[in-house]
């Protein structure tokens, strides 16, 4: 505030976020010399910045002015002077002439965007629904990571962090909004092991199959086993002749998509043969 005249000589600089607000009180005049100028910087917004004027506000000749100015009495506007704000004057007149260029300040407008859960790589596409405060359409696009974008709809190409930001650059009501991300991760597929019980047997069984174990992911499972059998030909159990208990062990390493899958084991008892009767 001012207790008497306030005067811009040269150029002054007001610096904030968008929703910063600038309030100047004077007690009598505003006044702005020949080619002086007012410059926002930070995403200030001329629609946050206001004058208020106790008596009459002058500008200069060619001076950029930014704000509004709401004076007692009257505003006059030098010749070939800029304003990006409004001009009010209670009491007497708002004088122009003619060559100067007045724009009403953007309005400001903001963009709601929820945080984004993280996913698996084999997840179906999403959509998210970032939403502006203008009403306005918003725009996304993913600025880092694995996946693609179309409208609202993501697509996830590989496994790591995306970041997606939403834009709404205005219109001639609407001033830009700010960007905002948001950022997820992208983690391998789940994938598990199916593998059917097996019965069982005694020492003199001859070979015998069995449903060899299947992964969900649809990848090779691998097959280990111990104890008194060998397992050949993929899913043909020889048993060698000792009583005991087998032990088959499945399991999934994975890959660039899938987690390796949570070990699955089955076993069975091979006991003696029975006496032949004589």
Not at 1 to 27: C, E, H, P, R, Y
Not at 134 to 144: K, P, R
Not at 221 to 230: E, F, I, K, R
């Amino acid at each position: 505030s001012a207790s008497g005249t306030f005067g811009i000589t040269g150029n002054l600089t007001l610096s904030g976020d968008a929703n910063a607000v600038f309030i100047f009180k004077m007690a009598t005049t505003l006044t702005t010399a020949a080619s002086s100028s007012i410059t926002l910087t930070g995403g200030a917004r001329a629609s946050n910045v206001f004058w208020q004027v106790g008596s009459s506000a002058t500008l200069g000749s060619s001076t950029t002015f930014k704000g509004n100015i709401l004076a007692l009495t009257a505003i006059t506007v030098g010749t070939s002077a800029t304003v990006e704000g409004r001009l009010l004057a209670r009491n007497s007149f708002v004088q122009l002439d003619g060559s100067n260029i007045i724009g009403v300040p953007l309005t400001a407008q903001s963009i709601t965007f929820a945080a984004v859960p993280d996913h698996g790589l084999c997840d179906v596409p999403f959509t998210v629904s970032p939403t502006s405060s203008s009403g306005l359409a918003v725009a996304l696009a993913v600025t880092s990571g694995p996946a693609t974008v179309s409208g609202n709809t993501v697509t996830l190409t590989g496994t790591g962090s995306v970041t997606l930001q939403a834009t709404q650059a205005g219109n001639g009501t609407f001033a830009s909004a700010v960007p905002v991300s948001r950022t997820f991760a992208v983690a391998t597929c789940a994938q598990t092991i199916t593998f059917a019980a097996i019965p069982s047997h005694t020492t003199c069984d001859i070979p015998f199959t069995f449903v060899y174990p299947l992964a969900s992911s649809g990848l090779a499972v691998t097959l280990a086993v111990s104890g008194p059998a060998t397992v050949s030909g993929g899913n043909v159990v020889t048993l060698t002749g000792a009583v005991g208990t087998v032990v088959l062990t499945a399991t999934q390493a994975g890959n660039a998509t899938f987690a390796p899958a949570p070990t699955v084991t089955q076993s069975f008892a091979v006991a003696a043969c029975a006496p032949v009767p004589t």
